[in-house]
């Protein structure tokens, strides 16, 4: 089976570009995580959805960050404008119903804005 | 505000020998804890997890001890190996916090052959 998929794997732009990074969940799954990696604070959640509703938003930088959760197999990640601060490694991972065990990570995105 | 921390952001260890990989959580309401193990390029992958209502729990070469009075649970890997050389993210999830888990910043193991 195929697992999170995460597309771009990598992305380099310019500071004040818009920045869309997408998710595929796997199937069966219904809660869907964001996280940001960074040295100094490590895994950060950004966003989780469950059932294609957003259940916290909290870790969200800014309004410059967004999160939809279109369907229930996919999600999107938009940063507008986009800042060198912005870099990072951007991580999806999602979970099975009913389950509050491990999640499931994609193979991240790595976003360098210049 | 972190509510997980890994305070050795590096270990190196010989092979063959023991690896101990710290955490340490502040939110006593945290019931469920978990190893990640990450390599360059990857995702993090799950390795062991612990739940509250125990104090140890072995999966062949990895052992995880919790100790809930002092907050703090370790990762045990005997003897480590150099494929073990790695990023391991301690993770923790509370139920009043919605089942989401929050991840320390990181120890990045190497294993000297």
């Known amino acids: 089976d195929a697992g999170v998929i995460q597309s771009p794997r990598h992305e380099v732009t310019e500071m004040g570009q818009e920045v869309t990074l997408r998710c595929k969940l796997i199937?069966?799954?219904?809660?869907l995580f964001w996280y940001r990696q960074t040295m100094m604070r490590g895994l950060e959640l950004l966003i989780y959805f469950n059932n294609n509703v957003p259940i916290d938003d909290s870790g969200m930088p800014e309004d410059r960050f967004s999160a939809k959760m279109p369907n229930a197999s996919f999600s999107t990640l938009k940063i507008q404008p986009s800042e060198p601060r912005d870099s990072a490694v951007y991580f999806c991972?999602?979970?099975?119903?009913?389950?509050?065990?491990?999640?499931?990570f994609g193979e991240g995105s790595r976003l360098t804005v210049l | 505000d972190q509510q997980v921390k890994q305070n050795s952001p590096s270990l190196s260890v010989q092979e063959g020998r023991i690896s101990i990989l710290n955490c340490d959580y502040t939110n006593s309401m945290f019931d469920y804890f978990l190893w990640y193990k990450k390599y360059p390029a990857e995702g993090p992958t799950f390795l062991i997890s612990i739940s509250s209502i125990k104090d140890k729990n072995e999966d062949g070469r990895f052992t995880v001890f919790l100790n809930k009075s002092a907050k703090h649970l370790s990762l045990h890997i005997v003897p480590s190996q150099p494929g073990d050389s790695a990023v391991y993210f301690c993770?923790?999830?509370?139920?009043?916090?919605?089942?989401?888990?929050?991840f320390g910043t990181g120890t990045s193991l190497t294993v000297i052959p």
């Open positions: 993770a923790a999830r509370g139920r009043e916090t919605g089942n989401q888990f929050y």
């Open positions: 199937s069966g799954h219904n809660s």
């Open positions: 991972a999602s979970r099975p119903t009913g389950w509050a065990g491990e999640l499931f």
